[in-house]
């Protein structure tokens, strides 16, 4: 079981840039899968992006050109870099490991993963 913990979450303004952070432990982030996801108050919890083991990556594409996930095995943390950010953006965005050897396209629903962090809330304003 991993343990994980989001970090950099705040309050940005509307096109402003943000980095989060997710410090595992436990395993290691590169025998994994490793994701963001994001709920909003009121609605589902939904996909953000993944990096499978061997590094191939994987958007919602409602972020998909302003969002950057990537991790560093050295430090054992993934970051997800959110650039252009909108007021539709504005989530607590939860970390996430999945051992599943499936494809990351496939990797989008949250019953594929086990391991959870308690998230970090990010708010855009407008």
């Known amino acids: 079981q991993m343990q994980l913990v989001e970090s950099g979450g705040g309050l940005v303004q509307a096109g402003g840039s943000v980095r989060l952070s997710c410090a595992a432990s436990?395993?290691?982030?590169?025998?994994?899968?490793m994701a963001w996801f994001r709920q909003a108050p009121g609605k589902e919890r939904e996909f953000v992006a993944v990096?499978?083991?061997?590094?191939?990556?994987y958007y919602a594409d409602s972020v998909k050109g302003r969002f950057t996930i990537s991790r560093d095995d050295g430090k054992n943390t993934v970051f997800l870099q959110m650039n252009s950010l909108k007021p539709e953006d504005t989530a607590r965005y939860y970390c996430?490991?999945?051992?599943?050897?499936?494809?990351?396209?496939?990797?989008?629903?949250?019953?594929?993963?086990?391991?959870w962090g308690q998230g970090t809330q990010v708010t855009v304003s407008s």
């Open positions: 436990g395993r290691t982030v590169s025998s994994v899968n």
């Open positions: 990096v499978g083991r061997s590094g191939d990556t």
């Open positions: 996430a490991a999945s051992q599943s050897a499936i494809p990351v396209a496939v990797l989008r629903s949250t019953r594929w993963y086990g391991d």
